[in-house]
């Protein structure tokens, strides 16, 4: 819902309502506590200005409060109240703070509407916690359904164990939250409910998962590299590598080259298959070099295998010239050839 749907403007609202508080001092305390007319102050901040403790602060700010709440107060304000609170009905019943604010009015009217949604019974405020955002709801009841599905969610994340499209989340919330969606648009409930979470990110690739994985939120450059590479599905450059970190743009911090190189060497999920050039082991590439992977494809053969067979199983191991493994296997302490012409370990 964007500002033009809120049939009267906040701020103006709040103007008239802030009129009539009986005393200066109320009004300059809920002013400066919602940051009305700048930036938000601290009770203590307040409170060293007026010569008065914060608990005093406090009790000013609460009767300033309770006095706006009543109902010959609260009445200027309810065409504004009626259209958030059927904003967030919209959205499932639950939206993070910063999503409310963000999709019901411009940013210049956000201390207003914060004042609102303070005042309005209507509303119930969940404080942030370790797993969920501050949020507003339209009960309490919404607000414990709106958990209820992201931890549904987050109990078959962690049994798909990997990152998943938009698509294939949005079908996780819709199984999950059958009951409190009803006529509702899955889409609006959706981002809303995964705003509500701390514990549900997207990557930069579009990808959605727990914050604990590597694969969303990785904590150095080698679980970036490991998802650059990954993501490319080719062996890469270790330049590459670290401008495809720089683009994702997980941190200001930037990913210099060498670094990224080292980071590279010292990890065993990574091999190098060229000059400068990197696979993921798990794509079947093997570290050494290129006599060790010929040693490598013959032990695994068994048996004899034809230049051309051998040519074949090496490149899907490294990546390496045919003449350098027609050199190497020229190496007669390690291979022979027999009498059919094939290759084997001496």
Do not use: C
Not at 41 to 48: S, Y
Not at 88 to 105: D, N, P, Q, R
Not at 305 to 321: F, H, N, P, T
């Amino acid at each position: 819902m964007s500002n033009s749907n809120l049939s009267i403007k906040p701020d103006l609202v709040v103007k008239t309502m802030m009129d009539r508080l009986p005393t200066r001092r109320m009004r300059d305390v809920l002013k400066r506590r919602f940051g009305l007319a700048g930036r938000r102050q601290t009770l203590e901040a307040i409170g060293k200005e007026y010569k008065i403790t914060r608990e005093r602060v406090r009790q000013i700010e609460a009767d300033a409060l309770r006095h706006l709440a009543k109902p010959e107060n609260i009445k200027e304000a309810e065409p504004v109240l009626a259209a958030l609170h059927d904003h967030i009905k919209e959205h499932g019943g639950v939206m993070a703070e910063g999503h409310l604010m963000a999709t019901a009015s411009e940013a210049k009217h956000y201390p207003h509407v914060a004042l609102l949604l303070d005042v309005g019974k209507d509303f119930y405020r969940v404080p942030e916690d370790d797993r969920h955002r501050h949020r507003w709801a339209v009960d309490k009841d919404s607000a414990a359904g709106g958990e209820k599905v992201i931890s549904g969610v987050v109990r078959d994340l962690e049994k798909i164990g990997k990152p998943v499209t938009r698509v294939v989340l949005y079908d996780l919330i819709s199984r999950n939250a059958k009951e409190v969606l009803r006529d509702l648009s899955v889409e609006n409930a959706a981002d809303s409910f995964l705003k509500t979470s701390k514990i549900i990110h997207v990557n930069p690739y579009g990808e959605f998962g727990l914050v604990s994985w590597s694969t969303i939120n990785p904590r150095g450059v080698r679980d970036k590299a490991y998802l650059v590479l990954a993501k490319s599905g080719n062996p890469l450059h270790f330049r590459e590598v670290a401008e495809g970190i720089n683009k994702a743009g997980w941190s200001k911090r930037k990913a210099h080259p060498q670094t990224v190189h080292n980071e590279l060497i010292k990890d065993k999920r990574f091999v190098l298959v060229g000059r400068g050039l990197y696979a993921l082991r798990e794509w079947g590439y093997e570290p050494g070099v290129v006599r060790d992977v010929l040693a490598s494809v013959l032990k695994s053969a068994g048996r004899p295998l034809s230049k051309d067979a051998i040519i074949r199983m090496v490149l899907e191991k490294r990546l390496v010239k045919q003449p350098t493994i027609l050199l190497n296997l020229q190496n007669k302490s390690l291979f022979k050839r027999t009498d059919d012409g094939k290759y084997t370990l001496v």
